[in-house]
């Protein structure tokens, strides 16, 4: 499985963008990026995912560098509430295919 | 609203004794899986259902094991806890193939303390 690497932890001012970098340089052509969080106490909830365009959603938005090699993701106007742990994760979307969880980014949203 | 449902919350149970954690869902999905995390650290999962094919992951000690009745719920079991198995226990699901992403829906975590 491709290994990510991102960064231990980042804080962000409330209201404004928080951009949650990612690396992923091994990842093989069918692995997607998916993007996790986990706010304190609670379980892990989907954010999104992408394989090669830019994705957006209500959350969030991902952007994927054209070699693939490390994404963003992107949080447009941060809320206290957005403070958790984000995990960035490669899988591919095979019957057993696991979604294995790295160290992630412990982000701070600051009043 | 369907939902990933995990009960109890917080178990209590004694060094060397049996415990059972439960999970149950709504959302028919096939795919459950077991995830085990311990403080400050990232969820580890212990295995997983893909419909009733059990799928143990190989550095799960053999102290856990697991059931599914149904498509809707899964169990837990500890068979010995020991001290080093207090953690917070995750449940997820998901549906695959079917969807064009396997997104993994997670319950809220049952607390497990061994005295």
């Known amino acids: 499985d491709a290994k990510t690497t991102q960064p231990t932890s980042m804080d962000c001012a409330e209201g404004r963008a928080a951009n949650l970098p990612c690396n992923h340089s091994?990842?093989?052509?069918?692995?997607?990026v998916y993007w996790y969080r986990q706010i304190h106490s609670q379980g892990p909830q989907y954010i999104i995912h992408g394989l090669k365009n830019n994705e957006t959603n209500e959350m969030a938005s991902l952007i994927i560098t054209e070699d693939r090699k490390s994404s963003t993701l992107i949080l447009p106007h941060a809320t206290l509430r957005d403070t958790a742990v984000y995990y960035c994760?490669?899988?591919?979307?095979?019957?057993?295919?696991?979604?294995?969880f790295g160290k992630g980014t412990r982000l701070h949203i600051l009043p | 609203d369907a939902m990933v449902i995990q009960n109890p919350r917080y178990q209590v149970t004694q060094f060397g004794k049996p415990v059972t954690l439960s999970c149950s869902q709504t959302l028919n999905h096939n795919v459950m899986y077991w995830y085990q995390q311990k403080s400050s650290q990232a969820p580890k999962l212990l295995f997983h259902y893909y419909d009733k094919d059990f799928n143990n992951e190989a550095d799960t000690p053999d102290n856990f094991q697991s059931r599914r009745p149904n498509t809707s719920f899964c169990f837990l079991d500890i068979r010995s806890p020991g001290l080093g198995d207090a953690a917070m226990y995750l449940c997820?699901?998901?549906?695959?193939?079917?969807?064009?992403?396997?997104?993994?829906?997670f319950g809220p975590g049952t607390r497990l303390t061994v005295l």
């Open positions: 994760i490669v899988a591919r979307l095979l019957r057993d295919d696991k979604i294995i």
């Open positions: 997820a699901t998901s549906s695959n193939p079917g969807t064009s992403y396997n997104e993994q829906f």
């Open positions: 091994t990842i093989s052509g069918n692995e997607y």
